[in-house]
């Protein structure tokens, strides 16, 4: 059983909207963290925007502040990102992770051991 598995991306414009979803396998509350990160061709993995599931604290990379959201839905076992105001930039595939460990540096994608197998998201100018 694949332990998260993201909603499909799509090609929006800039400016546009899109809405990307985490299903997790197993009971959300089970995990200390959940993030997104993004890769972009010819780029190292990026740190998007992370959820600490204790105290609900949430972290996102400076370029997507006041444009990407990301929420959770325990009961749902579902984890969201909500992405405002695209930028051609923000093409890359986006993978969500999960850690167990409590107190990781959700920057770092090394704090995570389970991901989701990354979906396309493409902004066109």
């Known amino acids: 059983q694949v332990p998260l598995v993201e909603s499909e991306g799509g090609l929006v414009q800039a400016g546009g909207s899109l809405r990307l979803s985490c299903t997790a396998s197993q009971r959300t509350y089970t995990f200390a963290d959940m993030a997104w990160f993004r890769r972009s061709p010819g780029k190292e993995r990026e740190f998007v925007a992370g959820m600490r599931w204790i105290g609900d604290r949430t972290e996102y990379v400076d370029s997507v502040k006041g444009r990407f959201t990301i929420s959770r839905d325990n009961a749902r076992s579902m984890m969201y990102l909500q992405m405002n105001s695209l930028k051609p930039e923000d093409t890359a595939v986006y993978y969500c992770?999960?850690?167990?460990?409590?107190?990781?540096?959700?920057?770092?994608?090394?704090?995570?051991?389970?991901w989701g197998q990354g979906t396309q998201v493409t902004v066109s100018s």
């Open positions: 992770a999960a850690s167990k460990s409590l107190g990781a540096t959700m920057t770092n994608p090394q704090s995570f051991t389970i």
